[in-house]
């Protein structure tokens, strides 16, 4: 009985596996006609038996939405998402010196340094703190394509941003665990890949909101987001929430590592070099319609995401006529902290060529810039880091919606 | 004493919002064990811009060519150029300018010479991941002497400068003066 049902199972997942290969020829590009192989289904699926249960429930062969690949990153689709939480298999990559390897049997995590008892902590140690559940977005600081011409899809435009519902201990307990020293100031965290990716953090915001993520949407972290335990800073950007994080180390100084002084700076027209800029400004952007899609007159709904590292997402205006005239979005509810929100705006479009941006304001009342703004505030090369203009779509009179593009500089 | 008390507040209010009730926060859990001598001189490599955590040993540039040489050149190119691969290492503009923010071109042009804020981190970036395609596996001899070799290449030390514990964080970089704290979060117009 046990066997049979095991060959059933097998049978199937061969099945899937098929048909999903199938899928990803036919999916495989937006640029590539969706014609062709599909997968095989009933004329009528209310007069054949349907299929057996399974012990992973896969994506429908219909749907393949996929990561786009980079030496050292892969982008999130996220004009082919709802909602606001992104799958863990789909949420955005970049490491430093690829993904390790750990047995979380023998992961640990060191504390030490300006602290009362230098602690060990295992795995299942982490675990048995109190936890807390959080839902924040993750996004690279480096997350925008200047100069993108108009067939560039959200994903590849900015897809360095996901959102997870995270699950792990405070950093804050683990802190009056081990006795924090109250002066030290900064800390460094470490992590366990061949980079040995190291940044220093202020341990303020260890007592306000980081944590110690073990858990991903309900699950384990997925090894390329840090398998078995990270680093998570609400709102910050992306290389501080260090992955794998196997040491931290209390101090009165920042380190100065190689990651917060040559890389993920700014250097500004006033020729200062901005150093340790966390937050991830507001931002949003319209996610659908996006290229390559093609729109008919009539009601459409643009639908995007807005975030903000500083709090919750106060508003977001969306124009029609490139910036024009603004009218206020709907925000989906609940507006979480720190957290992708998802907006719509109802607009019945006449056919005629037409700009449409969208704008974002966080609860501190800071509002998304535009490039001109960015650059006249930074000068043209200040980058590539925290750059969050407003960009927009435009609607062709023959439907297709193409990337508005506006020269960097 | 005054900044004691500003940490219990803020201990006391974070307890108030993490998932310890406010009568375990004053308590310890117990979970974790104490972590050996051993076990932190094993894993603690970071280095400080002041010289903590360096190790004895020192060499020159001369030291460092052959290792260079040997470990670093095929992605780095023969004298620090970089290749599409891997970063430009050596290079100064003249008098020092620092014209990175006229252009997201001259991204690739920050070197250790005219950007790089300390010495220090030099050390603490080769030997945590250099060489990329065996990393962790120089010695501390080796790191100096490539460190040595670095700063030479971009004019910032004499070729028989001895580098070690002492005199790296002594070494004045150029571009050490331009680095500022954020400031975007005081206010909320556009910086």
Redesign the interface.
């Given at each position: 009985m046990t066997t049979s049902l095991s060959r059933r199972s097998l049978l199937g997942r061969l099945l899937a596996g098929a048909t999903g290969a199938l899928a990803t020829m036919a999916f495989g590009r937006h640029d590539m006609p969706l014609q062709g192989a599909m997968p095989a289904v009933p004329p009528d699926p209310t007069k054949v038996p349907g299929g057996p249960t399974s012990v992973l429930g896969a994506r429908s062969a219909f749907e393949s939405p996929e990561r786009i690949l980079f030496a050292t990153a892969s982008k999130t689709p996220l004009q082919d998402l709802h909602g606001t939480v992104t799958p863990s298999d789909l949420h955005y990559e970049r490491h430093?010196?690829g993904v390790p390897g750990i047995d979380p049997e023998r992961y640990t995590l060191?504390?030490?340094g300006m602290v009362e008892?230098?602690?060990?902590?295992?795995l299942a140690?982490l675990k048995?703190?109190?936890?807390?559940t959080r839902t924040h977005f993750l996004e690279c600081s480096g997350n925008f394509t200047?100069n993108a011409p108009e067939n560039i899809t959200p994903q590849e435009l900015c897809g360095m941003t996901s959102q997870t519902e995270w699950t792990g201990v405070?950093l804050?307990?683990l802190f009056?665990?081990?006795g924090a020293d109250?002066?030290a100031t900064w800390f460094?965290a470490?992590g366990e890949d061949?980079?040995?990716?190291?940044r220093s953090i202020p341990v303020?915001k260890a007592?306000?909101?980081a944590m110690i993520a073990y858990a991903q949407n309900g699950e384990a972290l997925r090894p390329c987001n840090g398998y078995p335990a990270r680093l998570l800073l609400p709102g910050w950007e992306g290389n501080t929430n260090v992955k794998w994080l196997?040491?931290i180390?209390l101090?009165s100084?920042p380190?100065?590592?190689?990651e917060e002084?040559?890389k993920y700076?700014e250097?500004?027209?006033n020729?200062?070099?901005?150093?340790?800029?966390?937050?991830i400004?507001a931002r949003s952007i319209i996610t659908n319609p996006c290229y390559p899609e093609r729109v008919q007159p009539g009601w459409i709904e643009f639908r995007g995401l807005a975030w903000s590292g500083?709090g919750r997402i106060a508003t977001v205006d969306v124009s029609v006529d490139e910036g024009a005239t603004w009218q206020r979005a709907t925000l989906e509810t609940p507006v979480q902290t720190k957290a992708h929100t998802r907006f719509r705006y109802l607009w019945r479009w006449d056919g005629r060529e037409a700009t449409v941006l969208s704008r974002a304001t966080d609860e501190?009342?800071?509002?998304q810039?535009t490039v001109r703004?960015?650059v006249e505030?930074?000068?043209?090369?200040?980058?590539?880091y925290h750059l969050n203009p407003i960009t927009g779509w435009r609607l062709k009179p023959d439907g297709r919606v193409l990337f508005r593009t506006e020269p960097?500089? | 004493m005054r900044?004691?008390g500003l940490?219990?507040a803020?201990?006391m209010?974070?307890a108030g919002?993490?998932?310890?009730p406010p009568h375990?926060?004053a308590q310890?859990?117990g979970?974790?064990?104490?972590?050996t001598a051993a076990?932190?001189r094993a894993?603690?490599?970071?280095?400080?811009?002041?010289g903590t955590g360096l190790p004895a040993g020192s060499a020159t540039a001369a030291d460092g060519a052959p290792v260079y040489a040997a470990k670093c050149v095929a992605c780095h190119g023969a004298s620090g150029e970089g290749t599409p691969v891997a970063p430009r290492l050596v290079g100064r503009i003249p008098r020092d300018a620092?014209?990175?923010?006229?252009?997201?071109?001259?991204?690739d042009t920050?070197t250790?010479g005219n950007?790089?804020?300390?010495a220090?981190?030099i050390f603490?970036?080769v030997r945590?991941?250099m060489p990329?395609n065996h990393?962790?596996s120089l010695t501390d001899h080796e790191v100096y002497a490539l460190t040595a070799w670095l700063l030479w290449k971009n004019d910032i030390v004499k070729a028989d400068a001895v580098i070690d514990a002492r005199t790296l964080p002594a070494v004045q970089m150029p571009?050490r003066h331009?680095?500022?704290?954020?400031?975007?979060?005081a206010s909320?117009?556009?910086?």
């Open positions: 430093h010196g060191l504390v030490h008892r230098p602690t060990v902590f295992t140690d048995r703190f109190p936890a807390v200047p405070p804050a307990t009056r665990e081990i109250p002066a460094l470490e061949a980079a040995v990716l190291a303020s007592w306000d909101d196997r040491r180390e101090a100084e380190f100065m590592t190689r002084t040559s700076t250097a500004l027209k020729g200062t070099a901005r150093q340790f800029s966390f937050v400004d500083r501190t009342g800071y509002v810039p703004e960015l505030a930074r000068g043209p090369g200040a980058g590539p960097w500089a | 900044r004691a940490v219990l803020a201990m209010m974070c919002c993490d998932a310890a375990v926060a310890r859990f979970f974790g064990r104490p972590a076990e932190i894993l603690d490599i970071g280095i400080m811009p002041d620092f014209p990175f923010a006229q252009s997201l071109a001259l991204q920050k250790i950007y790089w804020p300390y220090t981190t603490d970036y945590r991941a990329q990393p962790g571009a331009r680095f500022v704290r954020d400031d975007r979060e909320t117009r556009v910086r």
